[in-house]
């Protein structure tokens, strides 16, 4: 008989665990994540399952902080690492080394997990976007100082703005370093914001593996993070990174990035040429004009004349330079949130249309109230003259014009009483008679039916 041979658990897994590592040192394994548990040490843990087996997976965190994207419950991977025994609790586990999407490509899937969820956070809310500066004084470029892109840059800028100052933060724009290098040169002009009034991160074309660096989470946050207005300008117009979506404002190119930031200083100095060239037209007709004019005059007088004139021209053009510089000055000096909400305004309405519709109203509803008041005054002019007529006819005064008066009792108790017949009134008695203009005071001397004596007394 053999010996028999007891193991303990521990000796039993521990060697267990030593065969199968010798034996499965390196293998692929397909399935679908399940259980997916991310823990604060940086480490991922997971099931991988296919139809009705499963495996624990462990993804730890130096080999996790490699992917590129976000592992998830559902999600068909490929993953690459041996197999082991965790001996605490006696369970077969894959270590993991790396780990792949099927399907869709790593690089993508990443891309659509971060867009995601910078999207749920709010990083590229068009209410967070500052707008750039209208003149700015200096522009911070981050790129690299030895590629096309910082000489396209420079090419336009002086072609539409001589005077604008470029300041380049050298960066690494490829590979595994480029999105630190990248958000330290935002850092570094945030730090020195005092220098430059908007920041360009530039970059030429490439494949998106070439561009992978502008879609990391840390970069997109320090630019989502900066004090300063961030234009994006990386790739050709049909690329879209991260930083695209968070920055303030997206270029098609760098060379396009040079013109938006000197789009407003370029408008202004066409302008300023095209008043110019309007002025100098107009010297040159004016002058044409006046050599006919004085055409048939003496030579003296003419160059006399026409030195006069041509001094008052060159009076006018530096007058009107003057004034060019000085309303150049003031539109330079308007303050830039003005500016951006007047033409905000402007470009959601158009009120030319909606004054003159109002101004048509105002003219109609006028001329309508002003034939109103003149028919209204009229009418209530001519019922007013009726009015008063009628009035004429019925009143005392037009009776007394006539030669008839108004005798009244004065004194006693029937002082007032409108005296009607002669047995009414006493000898003695004083009476008032009210005439058309003015009255009489009498006393009565004598009364008769027929004929009455009155003594006049006094008259008011």
């Avoid at 500016?339 to 519709?357: G, T, W």
Wanted: aromatic letters at 4%.
């Amino acid at each position: 008989m053999t010996e028999r041979r007891i193991w303990s658990v521990r000796s039993l897994v521990t060697n267990v665990r030593q065969q199968i590592e010798m034996t499965y040192t390196d293998l692929w394994v397909e399935g679908e994540i399940s259980n997916c548990r991310p823990a604060p040490s940086g480490h991922i843990y997971f099931t991988l399952k296919d139809g009705e087996a499963q495996l624990p997976v462990v993804l730890f965190r130096r080999q996790a902080g490699l992917l590129r994207f976000r592992p998830a419950d559902g999600l068909s991977v490929l993953v690459r690492g041996r197999i082991s025994v965790y001996e605490s609790r006696g369970q077969l586990q894959l270590i993991a080394e790396t780990m792949e999407p099927r399907g869709a490509g790593a690089l993508q899937l990443a891309f659509e997990q971060l867009k995601a969820r910078l999207l749920a956070e709010g990083l590229f809310d068009a209410s967070r976007k500052r707008q750039l500066p209208s003149f700015p004084k200096c522009v911070g470029i981050v790129t690299s100082l030895s590629g096309a892109v910082i000489r396209d840059i420079v090419t336009v800028v002086r072609r539409r703005h001589a005077r604008l100052n470029l300041l380049v933060y050298p960066a690494t724009m490829q590979g595994g370093s480029s999105p630190e290098s990248v958000a330290a040169g935002i850092r570094w002009f945030n730090k020195n914001a005092s220098l430059v009034d908007v920041i360009v991160v530039a970059r030429g074309g490439g494949s998106m593996e070439d561009l992978a660096g502008f879609n990391d989470e840390a970069l997109a946050r320090t630019i989502a993070a900066s004090g300063l207005p961030v234009v994006s300008a990386i790739g050709h117009e049909t690329d879209f990174t991260i930083a695209d979506f968070v920055a303030d404002l997206r270029a098609a190119t760098p060379s396009a990035a040079a013109e938006l930031i000197t789009s407003a200083q370029h408008r202004i100095e066409e302008r300023v040429v095209a008043l110019s060239a309007r002025v100098q037209r107009a010297g040159r007709f004016h002058l044409m004009h006046a050599r006919q004019r004085y055409a048939r005059l003496s030579a003296e007088a003419v160059l006399n004349r026409l030195r006069d004139a041509v001094n008052r021209r060159d009076q006018r053009l530096d007058e009107l330079r003057l004034r060019l510089e000085a309303a150049a000055q003031r539109r330079l000096r308007v303050p830039i949130q003005r500016l951006n909400s007047i033409s905000d305004r402007l470009r959601r309405q158009d009120i030319s249309i909606r004054i003159a519709a109002t101004d048509h109203r105002l003219q109609a509803v006028a001329v309508r109230l002003q034939r109103a008041a003149v028919q209204t005054v009229a009418s209530r002019h001519t019922r007013l003259e009726m009015t008063s007529a009628r009035l004429d006819a019925l009143s005392p005064l037009a009776v007394l014009s006539r030669g008839y008066a108004l005798v009244y009792l004065q004194g006693g108790a029937a002082d007032g009483t409108l005296l009607r017949s002669s047995a009414d009134a006493a000898v003695g008695q004083t009476i008032r008679a009210r005439l058309a203009q003015g009255t009489l005071e009498a006393e009565i001397s004598q009364t008769h039916m027929e004929d009455a004596h009155i003594m006049e007394t006094s008259k008011s």
